[in-house]
């Protein structure tokens, strides 16, 4: 019955880890979807939105008022970073995107210590800091908000693409560029809107992260790594992709460290993302 | 206006020119004593850095001045030993970075001619820069990393004054020891849980084979990766092993994961031991609130010393005036203490030649209570290790961090055992 109890607790916690990795990795899944690039700064991003819900939060704007306004600015932070540097980055040979948007996280990180310091920085007055009790099983009450917010922004980053015209236009754009181009889309600013929204995205999981999270300049590689992972592991620009795969990240790296070792932890992780890359190299749930 | 700064100008080299001419009618000045100071003025740890730079200088001011205190070398108008030369400080950047480290230690031995070496704070810069003092066979004194295995290497010319990560660990087991003789308190059981990065495995390696040569039961040994966004494995193995006390190296963003973890689990201890880091950044109690209330952390000095050596609140408020009004720290307090080892040893070498400020330094003997620290006595070991180095531990009460062992610098009585989470 212990067991069983701790094997339970272990699995609900892997699945809101998982949720808090797809939140992070929705708006990379995107961006890479659409334009085939890699945001290598998409860690930075999310650390910009952290102090931003920081900032708001010390002005007296809660977390969850604060998150709209957060994605908001990240959505037009994203429209001015593609217009003025990725766009260009997209006019060069394939490895300017990832030399550029490197530079782009180093430049990120520096001038964010610059500012604000190494120091580390929780939002004043945190929301939901208790404990939801089921039967035996305990779930912090922030885990569970940013496991929501997950499902309904991945919902809606879905239905988006899925349903609307300019989802539909992004699709095209995904399939064959050149295509959409003589169909009379215009990429660049479907590329734009792309770019926007999935800094949006990162923006409004960076706002989440601040309920249970500290922020300071390079907490983006915590979460970066991993989404990385999930993203390659569910099929690079796979929305539903991303979401079952970072289910399995937080389910295998909670059980892995329970039942191998804490230090081990990531190494279930890893493994399932090399047998997937060497068995399915187009990830899960990726085509091509 | 343009005419009173010309002439406040020409006054101001006026003075400068005529200045040494004076003195060298009097008699030949003693050539300035060189020491090569090796920081991470640069980088993540520049703000540390920038903190660690100015209690250097103002130790060096003190040494060279004529104010005196409960304190070794100051206020002689410079080293005594050497007719009063002057000790002048030249720093080097390490910005953090091993490779760095050991071309600014370099730097100064061949360029500035340094007679001894002082630096680096992040250990593994030490363990560059001092490789390189090493090879040319000059003194290098580290006043502030921690790692254990710094003084492991048989080095011949490396004295570290700050005690190391084993002697920290030493210092809870000492401290469970007095609680039990002083207050009938008997733990048994204690879960040691570290992260896997060079502080945390020296830590937790020590806390383990220390206590396991105590008698103690270590029940759990939880390494974990120190850039983990979750805890829920770790706390569910520390639920699983029950332990009593419970003792932690972590940074604070993961020392922030394991208190949520342990309160949403409502695992029950009677105690947390942090290993400074985490548990003593200003973050901590922001954000645990009430949470914090009774947790134990090893820090390596506090202003509460005061009561042991009165020179501590002067030292402190000289450093404020000097550093942007921000207090004397466990960095700063040691990197002072540093520079004052040096020049005790210089002032007894009667020499700048480096064997003979080694020959001193092997034989420093400076008692605890005339430095700001609070340790048993400044006295190098064979391996070059301090072996009279203590740790404070202090409680977080009512929102404050309280020293509470030592019992001779402590300032409340120990709260045992922590409140229970309050959900």
Redesign the interface.
């Known amino acids: 019955m212990e067991t069983l109890t701790t094997f339970a607790q272990l699995v609900a916690g892997g699945l809101l880890t998982g949720l808090v990795f797809a939140l992070v990795a929705l708006g990379l899944t995107l961006v890479y979807g659409v334009m085939d690039v890699v945001n290598f700064a998409h860690g930075e991003f999310l650390m910009l939105a952290m102090y931003a819900a920081l900032g708001l939060g010390l002005l007296g704007i809660d977390l969850f008022a604060g998150l709209p306004l957060v994605a908001a600015a990240l959505f037009l932070f994203g429209i001015v970073v593609y217009r003025v540097f990725v766009r260009r980055l997209l006019a060069g040979p394939p490895e300017a995107t990832v030399f550029g948007t490197f530079g782009l996280l180093v430049l990120l990180q520096g001038t964010a210590q610059a500012l604000f310091s190494s120091d580390y920085f929780s939002a004043p007055n945190r929301p939901l800091q208790g404990t939801v009790h089921l039967g035996p099983i305990a779930l912090e009450q922030s885990a569970l908000a940013e496991g929501f917010g997950a499902l309904v922004l991945t919902g809606l980053v879905y239905a988006f693409v899925e349903y609307t015209e300019s989802g539909r236009a992004m699709r095209a754009v995904a399939e064959d560029r050149i295509a959409a181009t003589l169909m009379g889309i215009n990429v660049q600013r479907i590329n734009a809107l792309a770019f926007g929204i999935g800094s949006a995205c990162v923006g409004a999981a960076g706002a989440l992260l601040m309920l249970s999270y500290p922020v300071y300049p390079t907490v983006g590689a915590q979460f970066a790594l991993t989404a990385f992972v999930v993203v390659a592991l569910g099929g690079f620009g796979s929305i539903e992709g991303a979401l079952i795969a970072a289910l399995l990240v937080g389910l295998l790296e909670v059980l892995g460290g329970f039942y191998l070792s804490p230090e081990l932890k990531m190494v279930p992780v890893y493994l399932a993302y090399l047998a997937v890359v060497l068995l399915r190299p187009q990830g899960l749930l990726g085509r091509r | 206006m343009p005419n009173v700064s010309t002439r406040l100008c020409l006054a101001t080299a006026l003075a400068f020119a005529v200045a040494p001419s004076a003195a060298t009618r009097a008699a030949d000045p003693p050539a300035d004593i060189v020491i090569g100071s090796i920081l991470p003025l640069t980088g993540?740890?520049a703000?540390t850095g920038a903190g660690l730079k100015a209690a250097q200088e103002l130790a060096a001011d003190l040494v060279n001045g004529h104010v005196s205190y409960p304190l070794p070398a100051v206020g002689q108008n410079g080293i005594p030993g050497l007719g009063h030369a002057r000790i002048k400080l030249v720093f080097a950047d390490s910005q953090g970075k091993p490779d760095q480290a050991r071309a600014a230690a370099e730097e100064l031995i061949t360029q500035d001619h340094a007679v001894a070496l002082i630096g680096a704070y992040i250990s593994s810069t030490t363990a560059t820069a001092s490789q390189v003092a090493e090879r040319y066979g000059i003194p290098f004194l580290n006043p502030d990393s921690s790692a254990p295995s710094l003084t492991q290497r048989g080095l011949k010319w490396f004295f570290r004054a700050t005690p190391n990560d084993a002697t920290f660990a030493q210092n809870f087991y000492d401290f469970l020891a007095d609680l039990k003789t002083t207050k009938k308190i008997a733990i048994h059981k204690v879960a040691v849980v570290n992260e896997?990065g060079l502080f945390g495995t020296g830590s937790g390696d020590a806390e383990e084979s220390i206590g396991k040569s105590s008698g103690y039961d270590i029940v759990a040994r939880?390494?974990?990766?120190a850039?983990?966004?979750?805890?829920?494995?770790?706390v569910?193995?520390i639920k699983?092993a029950a332990p009593d006390v419970l003792m932690m190296s972590s940074y604070?963003?993961d020392a922030?994961l394991f208190m949520?973890g342990l309160?949403?689990?409502?695992v029950a201890v009677q105690s947390i031991f942090g290993q400074d880091a985490g548990f003593i950044?200003?973050?901590f109690i922001?954000?645990e609130g009430d949470d914090a209330e009774g947790v134990f952390t090893r820090e390596v000095f506090s202003l509460d010393i005061k009561q042991r050596n009165k020179s501590v609140p002067l030292i402190d408020q000289l450093f404020r005036a000097r550093f942007g009004g921000k207090p004397l720290d466990g960095n700063t307090a040691r990197d002072f203490t540093g520079v004052l080892v040096l020049a005790d040893a210089l002032d007894r070498a009667h020499s700048t030649d480096p064997a003979s400020i080694r020959a001193a330094l092997i034989k420093t003997n400076i008692p605890g209570n005339r430095t700001l620290m609070p340790w048993k006595s400044i006295h190098f070991d064979p391996s070059g290790q301090n072996d009279g180095g203590v740790g404070i531990i202090e409680q977080i009460q009512n929102g404050k961090y309280e020293t509470v062992w030592p019992f001779d610098v402590a300032v409340k009585a120990v709260v045992w055992p922590m409140p229970a989470w309050k959900?």
């Open positions: 993540p740890s703000q896997d939880i390494p974990y990766p850039t983990t966004t979750e805890v829920n494995a770790e569910e193995k699983s604070l963003p922030l949520r309160k949403d689990q409502a950044d200003p973050g922001r954000t959900h």
